[in-house]
């Protein structure tokens, strides 16, 4: 080819893609990055920024509601949704002009518009064609709805207008019990709604180990969220102030809104991804495990790849991408490593496989679990929130899998991604010594009854 324009030319610029045109900008590399929307993508304007300002508002709310369990005397008022709406989207807009000008700085070149793949390793962007030494796809993933279902942005709503209630919905109808489906169920409960779960698999964030389903599925009830798992959706219908939902059975739920949470597909259609002959999968771009396409200098990263859709997954993928373009050798993103968490009240988080997965793995025999109880911990007790750390690891070998529920235990995954993606013994994590009074300490504990020294737990 004649000498292309960049050196890495990225479609998309969410996690994926501008994480890549960091890393590579960072290298040296010439850097072409086509976004038809803003730089951040999903995750900072309408994914994981903004509904954890979201669930940390409901946080606030349901501290001023409990404030007389700690001797507190506060009184909630109400919700301004207009106060919290600002209050989220100032939080945006700081972190997007901080992207922007990072991008900036690097000397990264951004190409405003939609692009389309026109070439084996060409990009046309409303009618002006660039060529890259190597192409990135990185065009993310879009809300999905179910046949028959129509989202009219009013009353049946994805995540996306979720993001922009001017109200409080006094009463909603959330399908699909993953981890937005949970994540919003709670925020809404928290700001006073009445909430129901429809979910047609057994359980909810199913996912996770079952025993994280099952405390969160507690916690839950006891908040006051109704859940339906084990139901599939059957129709929806406009009512005078709402909705009405009818369930496999029959069952009608009215609410004033359905929030439709059902997974998310990749953007890729009408993209010439196949034209030019990019495997796919029912949509999904097909990429080995250093995010290589079959096409040669055509790499794929972040949701539009099968796999966890999670922001820093494809971060690590960008990362990786650049690097091996800059011929560092990088080593290939381990999925099972990722770290995954819900934010909800109780939060979930896990890193690594479950019990029933490591099971069938190694066998029954093959494994041991320990199960840590936050009614143990200092931290916990003083926060109020109860849950567990729970431990997999292969029998007399390293932590293989780690499951946690509680309020903040998200923090915790850091530790937790360590000891998993380092390969740690129970006996290498049970010496280390953690602060005292955390909620880090019940990692350690259930580290230590694993390496047969229980200290404050039951063996
Ligand atoms: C409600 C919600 C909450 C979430 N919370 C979390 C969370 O807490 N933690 C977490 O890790 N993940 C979370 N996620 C998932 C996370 O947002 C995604 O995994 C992540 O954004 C994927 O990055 P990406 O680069 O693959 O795609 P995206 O972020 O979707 O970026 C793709 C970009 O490509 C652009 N684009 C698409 N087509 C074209 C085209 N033809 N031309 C030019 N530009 C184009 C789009 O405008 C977009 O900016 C959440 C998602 C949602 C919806």
Redesign the pocket.
């Known amino acids: 080819m004649a000498d292309p324009d960049f050196d890495v030319l990225i479609?998309?610029?969410?996690?994926?893609?501008?994480a890549c045109a960091l890393r590579a900008a960072q290298l040296g590399l010439s850097v072409g990055l086509?976004?038809?929307?803003?730089?951040?993508?999903?995750?900072?304007h309408?994914?994981?920024i903004p509904?954890?300002a979201l669930l940390h508002a409901a946080e606030v709310a349901d501290q001023a509601r409990e404030s007389e369990q700690f001797g507190v005397r506060a009184t909630l008022e109400g919700i301004d949704m207009p106060g919290v709406n600002a209050y989220k989207d100032g939080v945006v807009s700081r972190l997007y002009k901080g992207l922007a000008g990072l991008i900036k700085s690097r000397g990264i070149t951004v190409i405003e518009?939609?692009?389309?793949l026109t070439g084996p390793r060409e990009v046309t962007?409303d009618g002006t064609a660039y060529t890259g030494r190597n192409v990135v796809l990185?065009?993310?993933?879009y809300?999905r709805t179910l046949p028959g279902l129509d989202v009219d942005g009013e009353r049946v709503i994805t995540?996306?207008h979720a993001?922009r209630l001017e109200n409080v919905p006094a009463s909603v109808v959330v399908l699909g019990g993953g981890?937005?489906g949970c994540?919003f169920a709670s925020v809404w409960r928290s700001f006073g709604a009445e909430v129901t779960i429809v979910e047609a698999l057994p359980r909810l964030v199913a996912a996770e180990d079952e025993a994280s389903s099952k405390a969160l599925e507690r916690a839950f009830r006891k908040r006051g969220i109704a859940f339906r798992t084990g139901t599939p959706f059957q129709s929806v219908k406009h009512t005078d102030t709402g909705v009405a939902v009818t369930v496999e059975g029959g069952d009608v739920i009215e609410a004033d809104l359905l929030l439709v949470a059902v997974g998310?597909g990749p953007?890729t259609e009408g993209?010439g991804y196949d034209e030019q002959g990019v495997s796919m999968d029912r949509g999904f771009v097909l990429a080995d495990d250093r995010c290589r396409t079959n096409l040669e200098g055509v790499y794929a990263?972040?949701?539009?790849v099968p796999g966890l859709?999670?922001?820093?997954?494809?971060f690590q993928q960008?990362v990786f991408v650049a690097e091996d373009i800059a011929g560092l050798d990088p080593r290939p993103v381990d999925e099972a490593g990722i770290p995954r968490?819900t934010?909800s009240h109780p939060e979930v988080a896990s890193v690594g496989l479950d019990e029933a997965k490591a099971a069938s793995t190694y066998g029954a025999d093959g494994i041991e679990t320990f199960t840590f109880d936050l009614g143990g911990n200092g931290k916990s007790q003083i926060l109020k929130t109860q849950g567990f750390v729970k431990l997999v690891r292969r029998k007399d070998g390293p932590v293989i899998g780690v499951h946690l529920v509680g309020d903040r235990v998200g923090e915790l995954i850091g530790e937790a991604q360590l000891i998993y993606n380092w390969e740690g013994y129970p006996e290498d994590v049970a010496p280390l010594v953690h602060a005292h009074p955390t909620q880090n300490e019940a990692l350690g504990e259930a580290h230590l009854a694993l390496a047969g020294k229980p200290f404050h737990a039951h063996s």
């Open positions: 479609l998309g610029a969410g996690s994926g893609g501008y086509v976004e038809k929307g803003n730089l951040g993508g999903t995750c900072l309408v994914g994981c509904t954890k518009g939609t692009g389309r962007v990185a065009s993310g993933s809300a995540s996306e993001l981890v937005i994540e998310r953007v993209l990263v972040g949701d539009i859709q999670l922001a820093h997954r494809g960008g968490v934010y």
